[in-house]
């Protein structure tokens, strides 16, 4: 199959990527096998390839905002049909042993893999993922705008319910970057009035994205 591939970290003017054939991946069990539909870009994807964050495999395939659709299941794989809409995220699987696993917050495992940086990711044709960290896609939107909820979405959402707010409330976002982009559409559809607070420094289009994200309000 055609991937994109990193053979070594290197800064991105470079074009460290390399466009090649390698093997397609096998699921084994517990696995799917999905053929990639839509890859989005995340930053992290340039920590990765510029070797800020430290490399966990080498050569590696990035790419972790993964929507595509089931090609084949591995053994005793059977909570997906061939053929259904699916996303694969950051975090590619964890150990479910640790203290964090146990009491349900397995984002803070001790010994994860994670997508496109541990194992490959979907800068590919196909790739693979256990199926308990597969998620679905309901139709109606199409795959390149599904492909960010899987990241900054993912972010952005857990955010908000972390923070508890309600219907009537105020919140503010600090910076507006992917994940308050999505996470601020949430926010005015729960009926929460919403401010956006950035630095001089920002671009403008970061500032007019944050106007008509927050509407009437901005700071």
Same mark, same amino acid.
């Given at each position: 199959?055609?991937?994109?591939?990193? $053979?070594?970290?290197?800064?991105?003017?470079?074009?460290?990527?390399?466009?090649?054939?390698?093997?397609? !991946?096998? !699921?084994?069990?517990? #696995?799917?096998?999905?053929?990639?539909?839509?890859?989005?870009?995340?930053?992290?994807? $340039?920590?990765?390839?510029?070797? #800020?964050?430290? %490399?966990?495999?080498?050569?590696?395939? !990035? =790419?972790?905002?993964?929507? +595509?659709?089931?090609?084949?299941?591995?053994?005793?794989?059977?909570?997906?049909? &061939?053929?259904?809409?699916?996303?694969?995220?950051?975090?590619?699987?964890?150990?479910?042993?640790?203290?964090?696993?146990?009491? +349900?917050?397995?984002?803070?495992?001790?010994? %994860?893999?994670?997508?496109?940086?541990?194992?490959?990711?979907?800068?590919?044709?196909?790739?693979?993922?256990?199926?308990?960290?597969?998620?679905?896609? %309901?139709?109606?939107?199409?795959? #390149?705008?599904?492909? !960010? $909820?899987?990241?900054?979405?993912?972010?952005?959402?857990?955010?908000?319910?972390?923070? =508890?707010?309600?219907?009537?409330?105020? $919140?503010?976002?600090? +910076?507006?970057?992917?994940?308050?982009?999505?996470?601020?559409?949430?926010?005015?559809?729960?009926?929460?009035? &919403?401010?956006?607070?950035?630095?001089?420094?920002?671009? %403008?289009?970061?500032?007019?994205?944050?106007?008509?994200?927050? +509407?009437?309000?901005?700071?």
């Amino acid at each position: 199959m055609k991937a994109c591939v990193l $053979l070594a970290p290197a800064a991105i003017e470079t074009n460290p990527l390399e466009y090649a054939d390698v093997a397609m !991946p096998q !699921p084994k069990s517990g #696995e799917v096998l999905v053929r990639v539909r839509a890859c989005g870009v995340c930053r992290t994807d $340039l920590h990765v390839i510029e070797g #800020e964050l430290p %490399p966990r495999k080498s050569p590696v395939i !990035p =790419g972790h905002q993964v929507v +595509g659709v089931i090609d084949r299941q591995g053994e005793n794989a059977l909570r997906f049909a &061939v053929g259904a809409r699916v996303g694969i995220a950051w975090l590619h699987q964890t150990d479910g042993t640790c203290e964090y696993c146990r009491s +349900g917050a397995e984002n803070l495992c001790d010994n %994860p893999t994670f997508t496109g940086y541990s194992v490959d990711g979907g800068y590919a044709e196909y790739i693979v993922a256990p199926q308990d960290f597969v998620y679905v896609v %309901p139709e109606g939107f199409p795959d #390149e705008q599904a492909a !960010p $909820l899987l990241c900054a979405g993912i972010i952005g959402f857990r955010s908000l319910r972390l923070s =508890g707010v309600k219907v009537g409330a105020c $919140l503010g976002f600090y +910076g507006f970057g992917a994940a308050a982009h999505v996470a601020i559409q949430v926010a005015r559809h729960w009926g929460v009035e &919403v401010f956006c607070l950035h630095t001089r420094r920002a671009s %403008p289009e970061t500032g007019a994205r944050a106007r008509r994200g927050v +509407g009437r309000r901005h700071v």
